[in-house]
């Protein structure tokens, strides 16, 4: 079977940094996917990882360890904007999602 | 360049009957993924196509099915409707097959089951 864990809720402050883990348990791995969600909305694509390290993309970046089953992204300069779920997805023949992360931004 | 487009946006249907989902893909994307959104179960993956052919599948019943045309517009078919098929039904485009590239979302298919 395919487990994958991330945190439930998060809260951080506008400007700073936040960090949301992404842990998994698959029989196989293609790629890892991060997709931001606002409520109400439908997800947009924010990054795929399939080589181990980090993916910068303007403030946002991920990190990828398939050794350890390890994901991160990473918010940089956060804005109210921001506050939204954050899925991890991993790809292997098909595509199992976390049940996501729901940032809240405060001032 | 137009998005991804749904349609219809919402549906009401009885158990039992049977239900068609459209999705129109970015133009000149080949792939479509579909994916069903409940706030129990959260984003599932349903299929997967490309160039007519699906190309990956989850792990839903064969209730379940699609089929993609020539022109990349892809319909999702549910026969057999249940209480619990009610969800947000998303379709996704990307250029390619293999779920690797960057996918587009639409605004989804409410389906409301009763």
């Known amino acids: 079977g395919q487990n994958i864990d991330q945190p439930t809720e998060m809260t951080a402050t506008e400007g700073a940094i936040v960090q949301i883990n992404c842990t998994y348990q698959t029989s196989g791995f293609n790629g890892l996917f991060w997709y931001q969600q606002h409520a109400g909305e439908a997800p947009t694509f924010l990054s795929y990882?399939?080589?181990?390290g980090l993916e910068e993309k303007g403030r946002f970046s991920s990190f990828l360890s398939r050794s350890k089953g390890y994901s991160y992204l990473l918010l940089k300069e956060l804005q109210m904007k921001d506050s939204a779920s954050y899925l991890c997805a991993v790809f292997n023949n098909d595509m199992r999602f976390g049940a996501g992360t729901r940032l809240t931004v405060k001032p | 360049k137009a998005g991804v487009t749904q349609t219809p946006r919402y549906l009401i249907k009885t158990r039992g009957q049977q239900v068609t989902l459209s999705c129109s893909p970015i133009?000149?994307?080949?792939?479509v993924s579909w994916y069903q959104q409940t706030p129990g179960q959260g984003l599932q993956f349903l299929f997967e196509?490309?160039?007519?052919?699906?190309?990956n599948k989850g792990n839903f019943p064969g209730r379940f099915s699609g089929r993609q045309f020539s022109n990349s517009r892809s319909e999702m078919n549910v026969s057999t409707l249940e209480l619990g098929d009610s969800a947000l039904y998303l379709c996704?485009?990307?250029?390619?097959?293999?779920?690797?590239?960057?996918?587009?979302f639409g605004p989804g298919t409410r389906l409301t089951v009763t």
């Open positions: 996704a485009s990307s250029l390619t097959s293999g779920l690797t590239y960057e996918q587009y």
């Open positions: 990882n399939v080589l181990d």
């Open positions: 196509y490309f160039s007519e052919t699906q190309r």
């Open positions: 133009s000149g994307h080949r792939s």
